[in-house]
């Protein structure tokens, strides 16, 4: 397939997306089972990691895709392993009765008898967790889901095809072995986390990480500084990195407001890289490269990941991967950028060359840019975001 112009303007509505999603690494890239990370981690090829599985769900948005799966599902991460994807990820939070679970927003909501109520996902047991929306045993019915967007307006979780709340366990013993796990460490930007209490809900993930992962690729996120460096501290196995939406909103916490304190939270903590929403890079090109000699990878997040050309443009500035929404469409244009073919091309395999192959090579649909053009695009690409 080859890119297809998209429009900005025609990228959908993504109003709920974290102010700092997701990543995604080639398993064979990345640390598994016991064995140590390394000081660099640096991916061998560009991955993409599917974002809450198949694609967050935008129930505000009018593009249908955004509400075709329930997200943080099982049935999304299974569905998203049928594509070419590294990663799928996912947001972790631990309940009440100290079960880690898989949700992205701080409060659940419900409807009785007209009225709305809402809950923190962490008040809550884990019993009362999965109460909410369809149930897996049937002839049970579960309250009613419902979702509060960032400008208060309210929505019932509707979307196309349905699946049942799920713990971090589950995921593990029932998502494809094969797909790699970006699991986000979930907590509210509005509460103070003590040290104490942050090292006792990430060792309960743990945990089951280290009960269930097996061979299974992982990397550890989070928006929360000290929950990133914590993480690191409690465990060596698998790598993490730190989520920063690079300054598009200003926090209490000054490391959360720029790629520059992403970069010295890092080095000070031993990370392994940076996944930053994909606007504050293309504002900021120009510490691409100092992001790389830092020894730190970088993964991107953000609506305009949705955008194939967009993705195509990272891959040249050398960024390492993006989390995404449209699983399909990008990983199509993905493949097609990354493993093009020409008739005659002295890179086409052995067999093609040699007259064994039966089909036609492809013709490269990857566009090609000579070095001042590059430059140009780089250089325009910061202007073009700020509006």
Known sequence: MALKAVHVSDVPNLDQVPEGPTLALSSSRLPKGTEEVKSAFKPAKFVVIGHRGKGMNALASPDRRMKEIKENSILSFNLAGRFPVDFVEFDVQVTKDDCPIIFHDNFILTEEDGNIYEK??????????????PQRESGNVGKPLLRKTKDGRVFSWNVEVDDPLCTLEEVFQRVDSHLGFNIELKFDDNLVYQEEQLAHILQLILQVVYKYAKERPIIFSSFQPDAAQLIRKLQGTYPVFFLTNGGSEIYTDVR??????????????????????VKAIFRNPSLIPRIKESNLALLTYGQLNNVPEAVYMQHLMGINGVIVDLVQEITE????????????????????????????????????????????????????VQQ
């Open 120 to 133: 923190r996902v962490t008040d809550l047991t884990l019993d009362e967790f999965l109460s909410y929306g």
């Open 256 to 277: 959360r407001n720029s790629l520059d304190e992403a970069i010295k939270l890092c080095l000070a903590g031993g990370l392994q890289g940076i996944v930053s929403e």
């Open 333 to 384: 244009a993905v493949s097609d950028f990354i493993n093009p073919e020409k008739i005659g091309d002295e890179s086409m395999s052995n067999s093609v060359r040699k007259g064994k192959g039966k089909g036609k090579a492809k013709e490269a649909t990857k566009p090609e840019f000579s070095q001042r053009e590059l430059s140009f695009l780089m250089r325009l690409i910061p202007e073009l």
